[in-house]
C-alpha cells in the first residue's frame, strides 16, 4: 500500500536526523493543509500561530523523551506526517503558558484536526495535555497507523471518525 509516509517521509534524508524539524512539506497533505487552515483561522480570530515541529524521527523521539519533554518513548504522530506542533505568539513573544492554547480547541474541530488539549474526547479526564499539538487522527486510529495497517486518506477527517 502507497501512502505519504512510504513515499515520501521513508525516504526523506531527514528521517534519522536528531534536529528539530518544522518542514510543513513533511506533513502528509491533508494534514499540511488543515494545519495551514488552522494557522489562518487563529489568525483572523486574533492569535498568532507559527510552526514549530512537523516531523519527529525516532532519534530525536528518544532524545525529547529523555528530556521529559514527551511520555512517548517511540515515535507518535509525528514520525508519519500526522501531528504538528505550534507556537503562540503575543505581541512578538513566544508564549509557553499552555494554558493560553485553549484557543486552538475549537479551531482545530473546524478544520479537521484533534488537539492534544483534549485529543478530541472532550468528555474524557485526560492525564496529559499536550497544549501545543494538533494532528490529523483519532487516538483510536493511531495503532493501525503504528503497525502499517492503515494511513488516512487527504480527505479523512478525524472530527467526524467515531
Known amino acids: 500500500m502507497s501512502n505519504f509516509y512510504l513515499d515520501v517521509i521513508k525516504k526523506d534524508p531527514r528521517f534519522h536526523t536528531n534536529n528539530t524539524i518544522s518542514d510543513v512539506a513533511l506533513l502528509e497533505p491533508g494534514t499540511r493543509s488543515a494545519v495551514e487552515k488552522l494557522i489562518l483561522l487563529a489568525h483572523s480570530e486574533g492569535y498568532e500561530l507559527k510552526v514549530a515541529e512537523t516531523f519527529r524521527s525516532q532519534t530525536r523521539q528518544q532524545y525529547v ?92 477527517n478525524p472530527v467526524t471518525d467515531k
Open 65 to 156: 523523551f529523555s528530556k521529559g519533554w514527551s511520555k512517548l518513548k517511540n515515535v507518535g504522530c509525528h514520525g508519519y506526517g500526522l501531528a504538528c506542533d505550534l507556537e503562540l505568539y503575543v505581541d512578538g513573544k513566544y508564549i509557553e503558558d499552555g494554558s493560553k492554547y485553549q484557543f486552538l480547541v475549537p479551531l482545530c474541530k473546524q478544520v479537521g484536526l484533534v488537539s492534544g488539549i483534549d485529543w478530541g474526547l472532550p468528555d474524557q479526564k485526560h492525564t496529559f495535555h499536550d497544549w501545543d499539538h494538533v494532528q490529523r487522527i483519532t487516538l483510536a486510529r493511531q495503532n493501525s497507523v503504528f503497525n502499517g495497517k492503515w494511513y488516512p486518506a487527504v480527505d479523512y
